[in-house]
């Protein structure tokens, strides 16, 4: 209880320190400096009609590689943290071993008896799922085709295309994933996303320059040089990870 | 808005509310207020899985601020189009600087919370439990 009260009186403390960072708070007139370089010549330098995108790829390029790189760590993280659990109840399993935890090991015990089917997907989800996932699907490689040109992009397109997948294994739990083509996408998409980077580096002013593929006609969808190149690539890798994730998830808590 | 003859409550009242106030300030307010409850929730609950929801909703918070920190009075949304040239941009567009660092934002939140849900399932599988209140090793 004192410690309920407690927290309250510093999150409203919290509270009242924020008052004065808000209070004064306006409308900025003008974009910061740095953004007018990109708002006024962004679209003659790249060929980008959006500007996010502009800025994501290219003019920040390297920090989009590393968010790349930290949502593979995270994916992988995740992969070896629920597959390891794995490895280890198949080894308790073999060896018969009493485990280090007795707690543990009578969790284990218990885990397995209880260990049900899981329910089958309803005719509606199964239906939908079936009818929305090609649908999702070139929804979600239109929104990263079309990054350039319009609101959305790699990541958002891939978010879309996953969510597709994550309706397909919802409706029917035991379909198997083909992890290998999972993988096997997911690994070269990367592979190739630093490849155009080297490519920039060699062909034009320098990592990730996306202007060794021709500018072409402002506003077209083959425009901005190798932007939707690297958005496609992204997309690829964000869809294919994200499915990753939600399938080690389902293997592991059932 | 649109005439004072319908019965639209909801937007007189959210007007009252916010009125003589800036577009960022009513960002700001409502995304300290996702982050103080998201903070709430991660104080005070026990099961991981809300801990784990509380923390999305302050990750919101965060990225609401920061999204109406990078807007500028009357902009729109930096694309180019038929509505908005190359030349005029300069005062019409908002800070797309922002935008994308909360691209980034929402992104790695993502892989986070992905992280954190795999540690509750190893949790749940370890004690067969989601509240915090069973897993004696971590209380110091």
């Known amino acids: ?211 060794f593929l021709p500018a072409g006609q402002f506003g077209s969808l083959f425009s901005a040089g190798a932007i939707p190149v690297i958005y496609s690539l992204i997309g690829l890798k964000v869809g294919s990870e994200l499915t990753g994730v939600i399938d080690s998830l389902r293997r592991r808590s059932s | 808005m649109t005439g004072d003859t319908g019965a639209m409550p909801q937007g007189t009242l959210l007007q009252n509310l916010t009125a003589g106030m800036h577009i960022t300030q009513v960002m700001a307010v409502i995304g300290f207020i996702l982050i103080l409850l998201g903070l709430w929730g991660i104080l005070t609950r026990k099961h991981i899985i809300r801990m784990i929801i509380s923390f999305s909703i302050l990750d919101s918070g965060i990225h609401l601020i920061m999204v109406g920190l990078g807007y500028t009075r009357n902009g729109t949304a930096p694309i180019f189009d038929g509505d908005l040239s190359i030349t005029d941009a300069l005062g019409r567009v908002v800070d797309p600087i922002p935008s994308a660092l909360v691209l980034t934002a929402i992104v790695i939140g993502i892989a986070v919370t992905a992280l954190m849900l795999s540690y509750a399932v190893r949790l749940y599988k370890a004690y067969r439990s989601l509240s915090i209140d069973d897993i004696k090793e971590m209380k110091w």
């Open chain 1, 1 to 211: 209880m004192i410690q309920r009260m407690l927290i309250i009186l510093v999150l409203i403390l919290m509270g009242f320190g924020i008052i004065p960072l808000v209070w004064g708070l306006q409308d900025a007139e003008t974009v910061s400096p740095v953004s007018q370089y990109y708002v006024s010549q962004g679209a003659d330098d790249l060929g980008a009609a959006n500007l996010v995108t502009a800025v994501v790829v290219s003019y920040r390029g390297l920090d989009t590689l590393g968010e790349v790189a930290v949502l593979f760590t995270a994916t992988a993280g995740a992969a070896m943290l629920l597959g390891l659990g794995a490895d280890n109840s198949k080894r308790k399993q073999q060896h018969q071993q009493a485990s280090e935890k007795p707690g543990n090991h009578m969790a284990e015990s218990e885990a397995q008896p209880k260990k049900q089917e899981r329910r089958e997907g309803s005719e509606l989800l199964k239906t939908g799922a079936a009818f929305l996932f090609p649908l999702l699907l070139v929804f979600g490689v239109y929104i990263f085709i079309h990054g350039h040109l319009t609101p959305g992009g790699g990541f958002q397109g891939g978010v879309v295309i996953a969510s597709g997948l994550v309706l397909l294994l919802l409706s029917e739990s035991d379909r198997p994933m083909r992890k290998t083509l999972l993988h096997s996408i997911e690994s070269l998409s990367g592979a190739a996303y630093a490849a155009v980077g080297l490519m920039g580096l060699w062909l034009a002013a320098g990592f990730l320059d996306p202007r």
